[in-house]
């Protein structure tokens, strides 16, 4: 059985039914958008007769019961809800541009080719729209909201089309008279007599195309569901930006009298703190997504059915899956999103705890942020039991597997909703443990071929180093603690060792001294008395410096905070170094992963290119 129709409507019908309301727009649809280029050249398209594009419309009524609102500048008294028979899911850029300048008779409101925001009126010069459809683009102009046009810096008047009796004088036609001429007409007759017959051939000519250009449309009936109403909008959707999940969740849950943006961003009338002001008072929150949150809420709920159905003795494909696909995500009922947001925002707080007992202070340290999600629904499952050691000990486990197995890029759904489940049941019955901790496997040739910043193994080896209690060689306190600290002199990078400039005069390669084995986090204050001098002369200067004032002994100390072999940096020894530091940190590497990496040939290692 179809679910849709396709059929031809006058352009002039579709703007009426628009006027009246019984055509309006879901409310997930953006606000009116084009520019006044793109109005002038649809302008064109019509008159000349081209094609520009179908429209998609959906009958009202139906499962997919959207929040609806007139079309941008349409008198929201007269086209009630009470008159929406369908809701314009494709075409709406077109057809209010249309409505603006056809219909309206104050100015449109658009943008100029700077992007600023402008008031126009659109006019036909109708001598030269009578030289032949090849001069429309320069016959169709718009004009300042004053109806005058300048030139000379705005100092002499080139066009005056500010009266009716001005545009007959000059033969500029109104584009807000195209579909009912019978008053321009009357007062040209009046004023100049003598044009009448001209303006009859550019009525013919071009007017009457406008008057009888029909639209090819599109109409999905109302027996479609919500979930694939959105997803043909997101199909159609191409020529602008992509609506989001939360955005077309908004429009869903707004026939529920739930409001999504209040719920998100807060609104201060209404005395509603939102959820993402509230998150972001935690740094490593700072950048979590709405459809992540309600990936997170998804999972949560899914997991919750899952157990419901198997506590009922429901078997196979009768039992719910976890699950945190786009399309669940869709399906998410409104009763489900106000059971589980107070518990996932805490779940996210605990998130935000955890992550800086394991070294990681704001968001751009995270090695992957799709691992937060699943992270917050596990720490909302669990309440305050993570703080458990036993149970602390396997998430940690399962972290940085996730992390150093880098298991946690591209499309990572189905990993989320095995981990959420698995976790949880390993961390309940202390069985089986979870595909990402079995999964997980860092080789220790991948040292050497660390050194994007952006890589999430770089960026997990630098954490993990500061978890295990490095210290900065100039302030001498942790790293942890000076993570948290915001002042310049204390701000914290990850540095070279051996340093860049030393190194080229060795001859040592780029492609080795960049290695994440030659850096580790220490301030901006160290790093500036390293410079480019050799270790063995910046440590001396470190050591001496009246701030600092330490033996060889403890600053050898602060050295192995940092799986630094002191013995072979004070010699100026790169590749003992190397090789020491790569022991010091596979060691730490298993701890946190709770296993032996596998050790392979370095030469599977020799092609790869993760630059810095």
């Not at 309301?21 to 398209?45: A, C, K, Y």
């Not at 952006?454 to 080896?461: C, F, I």
Request: with cysteine; net charge neutral.
């Amino acid at each position: 059985m179809s679910t849709f129709d396709s059929t031809k409507t006058r352009l002039e019908t579709l703007l009426k039914d628009i006027i009246t309301g019984e055509i309006q727009l879901p409310d997930f649809q953006r606000g009116w958008v084009w520019d006044d280029e793109h109005i002038r050249s649809l302008l064109v398209s019509i008159a000349r007769s081209f094609p520009v594009g179908a429209i998609m419309l959906l009958e009202a009524g139906g499962d997919a019961k959207f929040k609806a609102r007139p079309v941008e500048g349409v008198d929201p008294t007269q086209a009630t809800l009470d008159k929406l028979k369908k809701l314009l899911l494709d075409g709406q850029q077109r057809l209010t541009s249309l409505t603006q300048v056809l219909i309206f008779k104050q100015p449109v409101q658009t943008r100029d080719f700077k992007k600023k925001l402008v008031q126009r009126y659109y006019y036909i010069d109708i001598e030269t729209a009578l030289l032949g459809p090849e001069y429309y683009e320069s016959a169709i102009i718009s004009i300042d909201a004053n109806r005058i046009q300048k030139e000379n810096f705005g100092r002499d008047v080139k066009l005056d089309l500010s009266t009716p009796e001005k545009e007959y004088e000059h033969f500029y036609f109104p584009c807000n008279q195209i579909l009912n001429s019978d008053t321009w007409e009357q007062g040209l007759n009046k004023f100049h007599p003598n044009k009448f017959g001209r303006y009859m051939e550019f009525r013919l000519q071009v007017l009457n195309e406008f008057r009888s250009y029909d639209l090819p449309i599109i109409e999905l009936n109302r027996s479609n569901k919500k979930e694939a109403v959105c997803l043909v909008f997101e199909k159609v959707n191409t020529g602008g930006v992509n609506l989001s999940v939360f955005e077309l969740l908004t429009a869903i849950y707004a026939a529920n009298n739930i409001n999504l943006r209040d719920e998100w961003f807060s609104n201060i009338q209404e005395g509603i703190e939102g959820i993402q002001p509230y998150l972001r008072k935690q740094r490593l929150l700072n950048e979590v997504e709405p459809t992540e949150f309600f990936q997170g809420l998804t999972l949560l709920y899914t997991f919750e059915k899952r157990r419901e159905d198997l506590k009922a003795g429901k078997t196979g494909k009768q039992i719910t899956g976890v699950t945190a696909k786009r399309e669940a995500v869709l399906s998410l009922p409104v009763d489900a999103f106000q059971k589980w947001k107070q518990p996932l925002v805490q779940g996210y707080w605990k998130a935000a705890k955890f992550l800086r007992q394991e070294s990681f202070f704001s968001t751009g340290d995270l090695p992957y942020r799709t691992q937060l999600i699943p992270l917050a629904a596990v720490m909302a499952l669990l309440g305050d039991r993570w703080l458990e050691p036993k149970v602390y000990e396997k998430i940690a486990r399962w972290f940085w597997c996730g992390i150093l197995g880098e298991l946690y890029g591209g499309a990572v759904e189905t990993r989320m909703a095995l981990d959420i489940q698995q976790l949880i049941d390993w961390i309940e019955d202390g069985k089986e443990e979870p595909a990402t901790v079995r999964d997980a496997n860092f080789q220790p040739a991948r040292l050497g071929s660390l050194r994007s910043r952006t890589s999430a193994a770089y960026k997990g080896v630098n954490a993990l180093i500061q978890r295990e209690g490095a210290k900065d060689f100039f302030w001498k306190s942790t790293i942890r603690d000076l993570g948290e600290n915001d002042w310049e002199e204390c701000r914290l990078d990850i540095h070279h060792i051996f340093p860049k400039s030393w190194c080229d005069k060795q001859g040592i390669p780029a492609s080795r001294y960049n290695s994440i084995l030659n850096k580790t986090p220490i301030s901006y204050k160290a790093n500036r008395m390293i410079g480019g001098k050799a270790p063995s002369e910046y440590l001396i200067q470190l050591q001496q410096h009246k701030n600092v004032q330490l033996d060889d002994a403890g600053m050898d100390a602060i050295l192995a905070t940092h799986q630094i072999d002191p013995i072979t940096l004070r010699h100026d020894n790169f590749e003992g170094f190397m090789a020491s530091r790569q022991r010091m940190v596979l060691s730490k590497i298993e701890a946190a992963m709770g296993k032996p990496v596998l050790a392979v040939d370095d030469s599977a290692y020799s092609d790869v290119t993760d630059e810095e």
